[in-house]
């Protein structure tokens, strides 16, 4: 079946810009994460969901950032008046259930490039 | 909170040697550890994982092996390939709680023919 999907693929956005960043899980999966990639770095965990719930924020980086997930599926990770420094590719995860020993199914990531 | 090191951070190999990633964790929680491949500009994709109550698994030329006491995990690739070049990521996660996963910064593997 189709996996997790991730659009844009690329962004290019003028600092001070918003922008929105799109990911469908994989079908019946309860949980989704988002990540933040740097160049050369590991993911680095910003927020999930566990159906519409949003969980755990804490890897947010600032209150310009913002996710939603209104009907337990689709999920939209907002960046406002972006910076430079939120230049990096966005990775996007689903899982089921998200407890106990189950993969994460990683999107194709969207690269923010921030002008 | 957990905190994963993982060591090279680059490792080049002549094709038929083997590729060894090493990777510590700090919280004793931990009881799930995947290995995720990356190639260049493509998601990362699961390779191989293993849990606690196993010290090692093999999957063809790929193992992992684990060292609960020691905190440290690590990936073993024998007879390496050109393919096998991509960026290797260790995690851990403990499976009492919902899914938050810690990943190494990332190990750059470089086989050359």
């Known amino acids: 079946g189709a996996g997790v999907s991730q659009s844009p693929r690329y962004k290019v956005a003028k600092r001070g810009q918003d922008v929105a960043l799109r990911c469908d899980p994989i079908?019946?999966?309860?949980?989704l994460f988002w990540y933040q990639q740097a160049l050369g770095q590991g993911p680095e965990f910003l927020t999930y969901f566990q159906n519409e719930a949003q969980l755990d924020k804490s890897g947010l980086p600032s209150d310009r950032f913002f996710a939603e997930r209104p009907e337990g599926s689709v999920s939209t990770l907002k960046i406002q008046r972006t910076q430079q420094e939120d230049s990096a590719v966005y990775l996007c995860a689903s899982s089921f259930p998200g407890q106990g020993f189950s993969e994460q199914y990683f999107g194709p990531g969207t690269r923010l490039t921030v002008t | 909170g957990e905190n994963v090191e993982q060591h090279p951070s680059t490792l080049s190999v002549q094709e038929g040697d083997s590729a060894v990633i090493k990777c510590t964790y700090s919280d004793s929680a931990s009881n799930y550890f995947p290995w995720y491949k990356q190639e260049l500009g493509k998601r990362p994709q699961l390779i191989i994982d293993i849990r606690s109550n196993v010290g090692e698994k093999k999957d063809q030329r790929i193992a992992v092996t684990l060292n609960k006491t020691a905190k440290h995990f690590s990936l073993h690739i024998t007879e390496t390939q050109p393919e096998d070049s991509a960026v290797y990521f260790c995690?851990?996660?403990?499976?009492?709680?919902?899914?938050?996963?810690?990943f190494g910064a990332g190990t750059q593997v470089v086989v050359t023919p």
């Open positions: 079908s019946g999966h309860v949980s």
């Open positions: 995690a851990a996660k403990a499976t009492d709680s919902w899914g938050k996963f810690q």
